[in-house]
């Protein structure tokens, strides 16, 4: 049998260094999902491990293969550092993202959108994130056949309002405006950007 999360561990400590926390939080019915947290400078990288365990099945599907499905792990990068956030908060609202698959049979892929429906992080302006295209900060981790690659998926913080707008207009619209308006994605503070023209 594979260790698929020891590997999955492996390719993060190659992408981003030894981690300088972890968390772990299991829920009711659930394997266990830990959130390491890789700093890098400013940068504070929150990352599941735990999700990849088995592919996520649409809910649909009678039976689900243990073996053949999309695997993910999920990646949100904030900056940290005396900027006013308390963003170690946001481990157990990744944790319960990250067991979506296995509680909802929600098969995330890039494009969609996650919400907890209460702040990633005391006060934060975010409940919801928008998935984001795999392969820039961390390459698919590929496994043997039959078995699908781990995508490590990042995650974009949205505001309520950049998610009803999403929801309407599609992702690559919402982050069309983000990158006109040249919006950190990053700031844990930053205020919602202008949806009207």
């Known amino acids: 049998m594979v260790d698929?999360?020891?590997l999955v561990e492996t390719r993060l400590?190659?992408?981003?260094?030894?981690?300088?926390?972890r968390a772990a939080v299991t829920f009711l019915g659930t394997e266990r999902i830990e959130v390491l947290r890789f700093r890098d400078?400013?940068?504070?990288r929150y990352v599941t491990l735990g999700m990849?365990?088995?592919?996520?099945?649409?809910?649909?599907?009678?039976v689900a293969d243990p073996v053949r499905g999309p695997?993910?792990?999920?990646?949100?990068?904030?900056?940290?550092?005396g900027r006013g956030a308390d963003t170690?908060?946001?481990?157990?609202?990744?944790?319960?993202?990250?067991?979506s698959p296995q509680v909802e049979g929600v098969v995330v892929t890039p494009g969609n959108s996650l919400d907890v429906g209460e702040p990633l992080w005391p006060g934060a302006a975010f409940s919801a994130v928008l998935v984001a295209e795999p392969g820039g900060l961390v390459e698919d981790l590929e496994l043997d056949?039959?078995?699908?690659?781990?995508?490590?998926?990042?995650l974009l913080p949205m505001t309520a309002n950049e998610a009803a707008w999403k929801r309407v207009r599609g992702a690559g619209a919402l982050q069309e405006r983000w990158l006109q308006a040249g919006?950190?994605?990053?700031?844990?503070?930053?205020?919602?950007?202008?949806l009207t023209d």
């Open 4 to 6: 698929v999360l020891g």
């Open 13 to 21: 400590r190659m992408a981003f260094g030894e981690p300088d926390a």
């Open 71 to 81: 695997r993910a792990e999920l990646v949100l990068t904030l900056r940290g550092g």
């Open 183 to 194: 919006t950190d994605l990053r700031d844990p503070l930053r205020a919602a950007v202008a």
């Open 41 to 44: 400078g400013e940068l504070l």
């Open 145 to 154: 056949d039959p078995m699908d690659p781990v995508r490590f998926f990042p």
């Open 88 to 99: 170690d908060k946001v481990l157990r609202p990744l944790a319960v993202l990250a067991a």
């Open 52 to 62: 990849s365990r088995a592919p996520m099945n649409d809910p649909v599907t009678v």
